[in-house]
Every structure is written in structure tokens, then in C-alpha cells.
């Protein structure tokens, strides 16, 4: 099974600060995700890419940026971190369009913005 | 923009009981249903995944799909209490993109 690995698991973060949220798939998959998870919202996608130097801003990309350095590695970045952005983020990687759409997704990240 | 609809919001079934989890969605060009499971601490899992009109039987899980009523369903058979997890209704066009619904907290009672 494909693994996909995030970091940190958990992260406390001061309002107005900087955050990095990490992601790490081996399964050479194209695509990669990150959603956020919470209650009463199910999963919301943030940013997607489909290949290395892509990114497309996904349904609430407000407040976020991503970078895809390399088929591996996709990350999350809070530029300005507020409370509003206290959450469960998950990254996931799947195979390109289709019916090859199964999605493979991380342990999550547990950010509280104070 | 895709909506997708979960009903009901939660569902407490007896061991050995029948869970109905129902979806509805908005796009009549999606073309990929899938059902995801989340344990409490864990990411999603892809369950199963139904692309034709009609039934899929994995098991004890059988998925239904009627695209022009844009309405997709699971029904999980003879439920254990390690079905007690949260669903996830996903739906896709063709554009590599899923979206998901709010999902159904599913309880198996021993």
C-alpha cells in the first residue's frame, strides 16, 4: 500500500507566525493533496498539484500556499497563521484522473494556532 | 462547484445489523464514486469505489449507484463494531480532483 508520510503530527503555533506542514508520499504517485478536516466540514481540499512545480489552489486555498519541489515532497505553508486555522490537515497522493483515483492518505497534522 | 451530501449525519445500528449511509451529489458529468472510512485518529481509507449504475457487492459492503437520481449509497451487512468508524462519500469527474462529502459517524452497538 502506498505510504504517505506527514510532519510534524502535531504543531502549536503562535498567531502571525510562519508554519510548514510536511509531506512525503513513496509511491512515485502524480498527484498530491492536502486537505483539511473539520468537524461538521468533512474534508475540504486547500491545494493539489499534479506534478512536480505544480500547484492549483483547490476549494479554500485562502491563507495558504503550497510548493511541489520534487515528485516526493509536497508542503503547506501558513504564511500568517491565525486561530481561524486551527485543524486536522491531511496530505494524500493518488494516481492521475480517472477511474485511478483512489486516494492514499497520511496520519494527519494536528495544528492549534493561539 | 461539486456539492456532495451526506445523510444521516450519524447512525447507531445494533451487531449484526444492516447501516444504510446515503450520498447525493450535484455534478450530473461526475463519473467516480468511492467510499472512504476514517478510525478515529487515523487519515481516510478507500473502502470501495463504484463507477457503473447498479450494484458493487465487496463482502459484506454493497454499494448502489443511480446517476440520474444523483444519488449514491453503501449498505454494510452483518455490521461489527469495527465498522464503528466515520464514512466519506467521494465524488470525481474526470479532472483528477475529489470532493468530498461531511460524512456519517457510523456506531455499532455490541
Known amino acids: 500500500e502506498a505510504a504517505v508520510t506527514q510532519s510534524p503530527r502535531n504543531k502549536v503555533a503562535v498567531t502571525g507566525g510562519k508554519v510548514t506542514l510536511s509531506c512525503n508520499q513513496t509511491?512515485?504517485?502524480?498527484?498530491m493533496y492536502w486537505y483539511r478536516q473539520d468537524t461538521g466540514h468533512g474534508l475540504r481540499l486547500i491545494h493539489y498539484?499534479?506534478?512536480?512545480?505544480?500547484?492549483e489552489k483547490g476549494d479554500i486555498p485562502d491563507g495558504y500556499k503550497a510548493s511541489r519541489p520534487s515528485q516526493e515532497n509536497f508542503s503547506l505553508i501558513l504564511e500568517l497563521a491565525t486561530p481561524s486555522q486551527t485543524s486536522v490537515y491531511f496530505c494524500?497522493?493518488?494516481?492521475?484522473?480517472?477511474?485511478?483515483?483512489?486516494?492514499?492518505f497520511g496520519a494527519g497534522t494536528r495544528l492549534s494556532v493561539l | 462547484q461539486q456539492k456532495v451530501q451526506q445523510s444521516p449525519e450519524s447512525l447507531i445500528v445494533p451487531e449484526g445489523g444492516m447501516a444504510s449511509l446515503n450520498c447525493t451529489f450535484s455534478?450530473?458529468?461526475?463519473?467516480y464514486f468511492w467510499w472512504y472510512r476514517q478510525h478515529s485518529g487515523e487519515g481516510p481509507k478507500a473502502l470501495m469505489?463504484?463507477?457503473?449504475?447498479g450494484d458493487k457487492k465487496e463482502g459484506r459492503f454493497t454499494a448502489h449507484l443511480n446517476k440520474a437520481s444523483l444519488h449514491v449509497s453503501l449498505h454494510i451487512k452483518d455490521s461489527q463494531p469495527s465498522d464503528s468508524a466515520l464514512y466519506f462519500c467521494?465524488?470525481?469527474?474526470?479532472?483528477?480532483?475529489?470532493?468530498f462529502g461531511d460524512g456519517t459517524v457510523l456506531t455499532v452497538k455490541p
Open positions: 467521494a465524488v470525481s469527474t474526470n479532472t483528477g480532483k475529489l470532493t
Open positions: 494524500a497522493s493518488g494516481d492521475l484522473g480517472g477511474s485511478q483515483n483512489t486516494l492514499y
Open positions: 469505489s463504484i463507477f457503473s449504475n
Open positions: 498539484s499534479y506534478g512536480a512545480g505544480s500547484t
Open positions: 455534478d450530473r458529468n461526475s463519473q
Open positions: 509511491n512515485n504517485h502524480n498527484n
